[in-house]
């Protein structure tokens, strides 16, 4: 694409690391890279997936921030999910 609109110099570039997921393949859901974590009161369901394409690391970034921080949910369930992992390595 060539835009002069987006030919300019970007003062605060974007600089991301995306994390090592490596140790996520074998999960407590029997699907790798898909865990899954229930709260002791009932509630909803949520599902946080991330790396669809494969190129997107912010994702893979937030939820290697909620693993690593021990993340539970008090009600209901949430489960996270790495999704295109062979595009993403």
């Given at each position: 694409m060539?835009?002069?609109?987006?030919?300019?110099f970007n003062e605060y570039?974007?600089?991301?690391?995306?994390?090592?997921?490596?140790?996520?393949?074998?999960?407590n859901s029997g699907v790798d890279y898909i865990l899954s974590f229930s709260g002791k009161n009932k509630?909803?369901?949520?599902?946080?997936?991330?790396?669809?394409?494969?190129?997107?690391?912010?994702?893979a970034i937030?939820?290697?921030?909620f693993l690593k921080n021990n993340f539970r949910p008090t009600n209901g369930k949430i489960s996270f999910g790495f999704m295109n992992v062979e595009a993403y390595f």
């Open positions: 060539n835009d002069p609109r987006l030919d300019y570039p974007v600089e991301l690391k995306a994390p090592d997921i490596t140790c996520y393949k074998n999960t509630g909803p369901h949520v599902f946080i997936s991330s790396i669809v394409h494969g190129n997107e690391p912010c994702g937030a939820i290697d921030w």
